[in-house]
């Protein structure tokens, strides 16, 4: 592996219905970032997919399979650590069902080139004139809530923490980030940045160091899993995260 390389993770749950197979073989088939996919734990036929897409493909594409399903979350801690191990110098972590596109990642990684003073390059999901963000209204209005709090929480004016589209620089300062399972289930992304911050000393540091790239293109994949009580575990977990790493910062 040379030593610009990008691993990014592709966390995947009961996909195997719904994984752009043609999609990422096409990616994975032109010069561009490593894919390690992370099948959790599936209990459908998603792993004989993920084999399928890196069949012949394998200097770019990995599969890790974890027996048991432990969460989006620790799915993601793990395949970071498995990128780190093999000495990616990027990585960061993409959904599955390409909410946003595969390209996007070529996207954030010419940020990541040409600003060295930037360490994390976070999709962002603004709806402006001329972009194609799609997302269905009830979705749209409870994540701006919940970006607001998290916005509080974390004391650093971020638009949108929980995009399934984050690559990040591996630095002294990132490398540590993923070592230690996340209290969080779904809000893992505002854990990330709160440990950030923490190791950074101010989240005014941390603003100066992280770059959201607002998205050309975003759509809302039917078939999430995420539910209604999601939202109450996310909003608890919140509070986890002010309470573990925010209230002395
Ligand atoms: N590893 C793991 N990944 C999950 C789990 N649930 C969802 N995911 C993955 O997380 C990503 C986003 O999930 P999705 O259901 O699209 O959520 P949404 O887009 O936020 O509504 C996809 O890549 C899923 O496969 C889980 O329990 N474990
Ligand atoms: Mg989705």
Redesign the pocket.
């Known amino acids: 592996m040379d030593s610009g390389r990008a691993v990014i993770v592709?966390?995947?749950?009961?996909?195997g219905r719904r994984l752009p197979v043609a999609e990422f073989q096409q990616f994975l088939d032109k010069p561009g970032a490593d894919l390690l996919f992370?099948d959790?734990g599936s209990k459908d036929n998603t792993a004989e997919v993920l084999r399928a897409i890196c069949a012949g493909r394998e200097n770019r594409a990995t599969l890790l399979v974890c027996a048991r399903?432990?969460?989006?979350a620790e799915?993601?801690r793990r395949g970071l650590l498995a990128a780190l191990e093999r000495g990616a110098a990027f990585t960061g972590f993409w959904?599955?069902?390409l909410?946003t596109p595969l390209d996007d990642i070529g996207e954030f990684l010419r940020v990541l080139a040409a600003r060295p003073d930037i360490d994390m390059v976070f999709g962002s999901r603004v709806k402006l004139l001329g972009r194609k963000v799609e997302r269905r209204a009830s979705r749209h209005y409870l994540g701006r809530v919940f970006a607001t709090v998290a916005s509080l929480v974390l004391r650093l004016p971020v638009y949108d923490t929980?995009c399934?589209a984050k690559i990040f620089r591996i630095s002294p300062e990132t490398a540590k980030l993923f070592d230690e399972p996340f209290c969080s289930r779904w809000v893992f992304d505002v854990e990330l940045i709160a440990r950030y911050i923490r190791r950074l000393g101010s989240s005014d540091a941390a603003a100066a160091r992280i770059y959201e790239f607002p998205l050309m293109f975003w759509r809302?994949?039917a078939?999430?899993?995420?539910k209604a009580t999601d939202f109450l575990v996310s909003f608890r977990d919140i509070l986890r995260i002010y309470w573990k790493y925010m209230r002395t910062a």
């Open positions: 592709v966390p995947c749950y009961n996909e992370v959790d399903n432990g969460g989006k799915a993601v959904d599955a069902d909410a929980q399934g809302d994949v078939g999430s899993k995420l």
